[in-house]
Nanobody, 124 residues
Framework: QVQLVESGGGLVQAGESLKLSCTIS????????MAWFRQAPGKEREFVAA????????YYGDTVAGRFTISRNNAKTTLYLQMNNLKPEDTAVYSC?????????????????WGQGTQVTVSS
């Protein structure tokens, strides 16, 4: 059983930074991608960032590229999301996910395991 638990969310002002963590327990297979998604009230879940199994490739959604950075530890047990220059439109519940690489890092259905999410609120 793979379990993911996010932490690090909170309330910040526009322009500030926040770092999210996702602790992954249980045994995953090889070629598992890890990603962050977010969902704002009344909106669909949105791809934020992903990192390849080997860790050498990262991918970002258009709205966060250049401001957010995804990373993980070498043991693949903790996933991070460094968020800089936060904007009010970044307000959402952020969830981490992992699953065998489906061929598309942005494809929500490609992730079998999800955390419960952590709230990030950015005030103007």
């Amino acid at each position: 059983q793979v379990q993911l638990v996010e932490s690090g969310g909170g309330l910040v002002q526009a322009g500030e930074s926040l770092k999210l963590s996702c602790t992954i327990s249980g045994r995953t297979g090889s070629n598992y991608a890890m990603a962050w998604f977010r969902q704002a009230p009344g909106k669909e879940r949105e791809f934020v960032a992903a990192i390849s199994w080997g860790g050498s490739n990262t991918y970002y959604g258009d709205t966060v590229a250049g401001r957010f950075t995804i990373s993980r530890n070498n043991a693949k047990t903790t996933l991070y999301l460094q968020m800089n220059n936060l904007k009010p439109e970044d307000t959402a519940v952020y969830s981490c996910a992992t699953g065998r690489y489906s061929g598309d890092y942005k494809f929500i259905g490609g992730y079998a395991y999800w955390g419960q999410g952590t709230q990030v609120t950015v005030s103007s």
